[in-house]
Structures are given as C-alpha cells and as structure tokens.
C-alpha cells in the first residue's frame, strides 16, 4: 500500500464567526502532486498553514510526513518545506548570502552549505546572478531562490502556495519544469493555485475547495467527468442563416447578439457528422465552427459557481477543430 505523506481526517478552521475549512478530509500519496483549487478567500492558505504547522486547527487529526501534526510539530517542520505568498527571501543580501543563510539554518558544515548553494543556484538557473542582491531580482528569480531556499534542507513534503502566481508563462514553464523534477526525486508536493491549467499540467489528483468543503476530488480527467459534456459553437455573420439554424436546432443555446449557437453534446465523432450532414442538408452556412469539450475550467466554475453553467454562451476558451 502506497504511504500517506499528508492524511487529514475532519479539519476544522474557524476565525470568529466565519468557518474557513469544514472539516476537510486529505490524503496524499508520498511522491505525487496534490492540488488544492478554490476561488479567492476559499481558505487554500489556510489549509496550507494549518498542514505547515504556522496555524493551529480548531479540529481534526493530521499526519504529516507520518508525524503527528498536534504532538509532534517540530518533526513535521523537520520533514517539510514551505514556499508560499511570504517570501523568505531577504532582499538586502546576495542571492548566495540568502542560500548560505538557509543552510545554517538547517546546520550545514560551511562546506556541505557550500556545495549545496552552487548546486541549488545552477540548478534553478541563478549562478549569474548568485553575487547580485535579491532586491534586485525579477518576481520570478525571487520565486526560484524562494523555492531553491526551500530545498536546503532536503524536505521530503513541499508546500507550494500559489508558486506562480504573477509570473509570466516562460518562469511558469520553469517553475512546472522544476516540480516535475522535485517528483521524479520522490518528492511530495502540495500545491495550491488559482491556475486551473497549472493542476492539470503537474497533480496527480485535484481538490476543488468550496464554502468549507471539499466540493470534489480526484485526477483532472475524474473531474473534468463530473460536467456536462462540451458543445459545438456555431457562429454566422448572416442574421437570416442564423436564424434558420436557430429554429432547426432547438436544444441549441443562443446568443443573438453575437449571432452564436450553441449545441450541447456534440463533440463525439459521430455527433459532429449527424450536425454537419443536418447543416448541410438544411441548407445552412455557418461562418465558424468550433469544438469546445470541457476542461478544468468548466469543472471549476461548475462546483464553485452553481448560477454559472458551463455551457453558458458566454463561457470563454474554445477549441478550434
Ligand atoms: N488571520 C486571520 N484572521 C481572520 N480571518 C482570516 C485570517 N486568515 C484568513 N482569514 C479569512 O479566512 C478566509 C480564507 O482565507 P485564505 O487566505 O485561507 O483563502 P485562500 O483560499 O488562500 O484565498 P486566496 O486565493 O485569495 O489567497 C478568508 O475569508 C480570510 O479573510
């Protein structure tokens, strides 16, 4: 049986009157990627503290790294690291000077400190900028010494708060690329984002946070089960034609101003060949077809936002066949 690196059964977290987590159950499996997803204030930070251990829970049993998180904090901290919204990083120093600081921390030998400075700091693509203040670093060497600091000592469970937040897509990239690597090393990361492509990109399994709760959990491919199938938009410049699709088509969805149809369920193969023999036996000309199969998106604004139904006409990101 695969080990836990994080199990929480009935986590509670209230602050005043307002309940932030309702207990919440967790389990993740040493070496995989857990992301926990939710809209703003959906308490993701608070969870991450909580598992950290900078935050006490008003409830609930939490192992961490196999350590108990009420009796035996200081053994999780051992096995933990955590980058998140609250850099580390000092800014009035090096880029080395912040690594070497780290490792004393951890009581590293100056030459092991050493070692694992330069290691770290190529590794995460800084050596040129290893003598440079952090002050002067761009938002994402910050995130990558936040992270590179993290690893000093060797944490075998990594929090990652919203780690690429504001960064441009190339240091997203970078950053993906590195927990990916931090993975194949046997590494646990616990991720929280506001990215939906970023989970799909790097969890092995995916929570949607919601009033409390869980709202659902599993792989992205799990999640993107629970909607609705996608639909086909269709889109005319000729009001006439979309009119006369309008009438043929009455399960379609609509949106007049923007002269676009939308029809539920068409996306299998053979869906597709009955609408495009029908538009094609009807006479009809649409100018723009495009094939929309639901994505994270759809299951994030699905469990977080019931007014909002995912095959809204306003619902951005088609996929052009
Ligand atoms: N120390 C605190 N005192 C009072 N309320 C708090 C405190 N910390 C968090 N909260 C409240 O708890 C709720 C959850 O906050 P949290 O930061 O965990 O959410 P989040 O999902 O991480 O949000 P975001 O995506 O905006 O970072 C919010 O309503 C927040 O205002």
């Not at 598992?51 to 196999?66: E, F």
């Not at 996608?230 to 923007?258: K, N």
């Not at 723009?288 to 639901?294: A, C, G, Q, W, Y």
């Amino acid at each position: 049986m695969t080990s836990l690196a994080i199990a929480a059964n009935g986590l509670r977290k209230s602050y005043g009157d307002k309940v932030v987590l309702d207990g919440i159950d967790l389990a993740v499996p040493a070496g995989t990627v857990f992301a926990l997803l939710g809209p703003n204030g959906a308490g993701k930070t608070t969870a991450v503290k909580i598992l950290s251990t900078l935050v006490t829970a008003d409830a609930g049993d939490v192992r961490v790294g196999g350590h108990d998180l009420t009796t035996d904090p200081q053994a999780v901290r051992a096995a933990i690291g955590v980058t998140g919204q609250f850099s580390a990083v000092d800014g009035l120093i090096t880029g080395e000077e912040n690594m070497l600081l780290m490792a004393d921390l951890h009581h590293l030998t100056r030459s092991e400190g050493r070692r694992v400075t330069t290691e770290l700091l190529h590794r995460f693509d800084l050596a040129d900028a290893a003598a440079k203040p952090a002050s002067t670093y761009s938002g994402g060497m910050k995130r990558r010494l936040d992270l590179a600091m993290t690893l000093v000592g060797d944490p075998r469970i990594i929090f990652l708060d919203e780690p690429t937040t504001g960064l441009d897509p190339r240091s997203r990239h970078t950053t993906w690329q590195i927990v990916r690597d931090l993975v194949r090393d046997g590494v646990t990361v616990f991720l929280t984002t506001q990215y939906l492509e970023e989970a799909d990109q790097l969890a092995d399994r995916i929570a949607v946070l919601h009033d409390g709760r869980i709202a659902a959990e599993g792989t992205a491919a799990h999640l993107k089960r629970l909607v609705p199938g996608g639909h086909v938009r269709l889109r005319f410049t000729d009001p006439t034609a979309y009119r006369t699709a309008l009438t043929t088509l009455p399960d379609s969805t609509h949106d007049d101003d923007a002269l676009t149809l939308h029809v539920p369920g068409t996306t299998s193969q053979n869906d597709l060949r009955t609408l495009l023999d029908h538009l094609h036996t009807t006479g009809i000309h649409a100018d723009e077809l495009t094939v929309h199969t639901p994505d994270l998106d759809d299951v994030f604004f699905a469990l977080t936002d019931p007014t909002t139904h995912p095959d809204q006409p306003d619902r951005p990101k088609e996929n052009a066949r």
